[in-house]
């Protein structure tokens, strides 16, 4: 949380991501419609993460986007738990579990995604995931039940996690009970939010198919496509950037895998395959959120590896304490925790000024400010990003403040476009300049 909290204090968040999370929960606490101001739609309709909706009785308590960032350092952190039952579970000694669960919190996906991502609901399905293997293969029915449960409720997508965790269990773990049920939750709840819920709550769009476009328009469009041309899906699956990113997700742990046991990663079939198939390259990588379903399921491998290699009488030299240096290794090698002094040092020149600007626009209902500002002014039903487009006097009527930050326009905002902003604020009766330093404006509608 620390990195994640010290990166927001920097004014280096993820821009609208946080700030949309935060001001969905924010109205939901508030008992407020929860419709985002900046993407129009309901909470439910973006990815039917019915999570959202307890972790709004902690806004309730005090309202503090800090909230998010401890949740998700959490939920990552306690996937290191279920790591530790199944390496237990497989047979291994307590100091071998307790390794796997160090390499698992040093694996560098936990970290690069924790501060990286801001704040994504799926982070708390890591855990779940982990508990839901755990439980099935210990007969655990009812915890299995919570855990698919808690699974689904992140994000809708996560419902072809489940399915494919139903198959592993059907087909590697003769659980056919476990593995029918997993499948049965999981193909119900993708129809439901896919196919009815999502859509009526985005206006008939079904939402997450930008970057599969070359596939098709709609969902079923790309499911035909994919299945009727499989020469286009294997062009794509072995490309050599996909290729490498295979390669990254088991390099921080290669060094215990056996390949006879990579069965255990069924389950990761349809995100891998996902991230693979899309246009977008951020997919696939150890920073963005996108792996999420899929590490955890490298560390499961591990375990089954280094449990097959003490019954086996195998691989006697792999020791834990050389998993857990070449951990960290990994760690060092792949970490971006240099971040921190190539990247988000570039708001601090006028900090202080920043800060004070968004003290004084705390008690305003409705703002329009800078991209990397608006987790920081999430609390409202009404707040936007400016954009690299002029804005009539119209517009601007239907806020009662602008905070600008002219030293940082803001994403994909030109410095030409705020200073015109700037100017035509100060040509508008309607508003007034209340603070200004240090290149930071905030102008207030007038009463």
Known sequence: MGASSLRHALLQSGALDLAVFDQWIYLLSQGLPPISS???????????????????????????IHWLLLIQAFALAMGAVPIYALSRHSGLSRLEGRTLALCYVLYPAVFNINFYADFRPEAIAVPAILWAMWAGIAKKTVQLVFAVALVLSC???LSLTVIAL????????????????CVAAGTIWFTFTIGYLIPLLRNGNPGGLGFYSYLGDSFSEVVLNAVTNPGLIAGRVFLPDRLFYYLLLIAPVILGLHWRQIGVMIPTLPMLLLNALSDYAAQRDLIHHYSLPIFPFVLVWLVRSLASYRKRQQRQWLKPRWLVLWAIIAFLALGKYEYFFTRYLSHSSNLPSVYQGIALTSSSTSVLTAAHLCPHLSHRPIIHQFLDTPFTP??????????????????????ERVTALKQRLKTLS?????????????FEKRL
Not at 166 to 181: I, K, M, N, T
Not at 397 to 411: A, E, F, K, M, R
């Open 394 to 415: 119209t517009q601007l009527n239907q806020y009662s403040s602008v905070l600008l930050d002219i030293q940082h326009p803001g994403q994909q905002v030109s410095l």
């Open 38 to 64: 900046f993407l129009g739609f309901h909470v439910l309709g973006d990815h039917a993460a019915f999570i959202l909706y307890p972790i709004s009785l902690l806004y309730r308590l005090y309202p503090d």
């Open 155 to 157: 994000k809708e997508i």
């Open 430 to 442: 309607e508003f007034r300049l209340t603070y200004s330093q240090n290149e930071v404006f905030l």
């Open 166 to 181: 139903g198959l592993w269990f059907w087909l590697s773990e003769r659980r056919q009970v476990y593995g029918w049920w």
